[in-house]
């Protein structure tokens, strides 16, 4: 049985929910360099959505590598802005491509990849999530004690100044991820 806050809020369930996020899973094998020279390699061939990009990168990679949605698109936006992929619009689709900086970008990477190229895992994945640390899942984990105390005891103003500050957290570490 399991109890909850008169608010509706259940510690349980959020902490199983948080569990879940950090649990390894198959698909958690990428970095932003590995899906950065993946995605570059992967569109020298031809203009793809996001979908044909993670599909195309898991094919090569032989079914051993298929990044997420949350990396490649950050990647791809990161990639537009710095002018190295275009998009266009096809219907509902955003169709990326390689700009003439893109292209370069992605024969200088593929001159300097090791076994590790943007075609392979990248080069922690061989070890295991194991060895990756616990440092980030710990540090959520506290923090999502924290969240729930305010939850249940806090005022709404003290719960709404806790969910700005959440937003803005979760907006830096996005952008901690952006960084090259």
Known sequence: MRSSSPSGF???EAVENLRD???PRAGARESHRG???????ALTGEPMNGHQIINA????SGGEWMPSAGAVYPTL???????LVSTQHDGERTVYALTDAG???AA??????DAHGAWHLPHWADRGWADRGTAVPKAGAKLAQAVAVVAQSGTREQQERAAALLDQTRKSLYAILAED
């Open 10 to 12: 259940d510690i349980r």
């Open 21 to 23: 996020t950090f649990a």
């Open 35 to 41: 899906v950065r020279g993946a995605i570059l390699a």
């Open 57 to 60: 990168i898991a094919a090569a």
């Open 77 to 83: 936006q990161l990639l537009t802005d710095e002018g």
């Open 103 to 105: 292209r370069a970008a």
């Open 108 to 113: 200088d990477a593929s001159d300097t990849d």
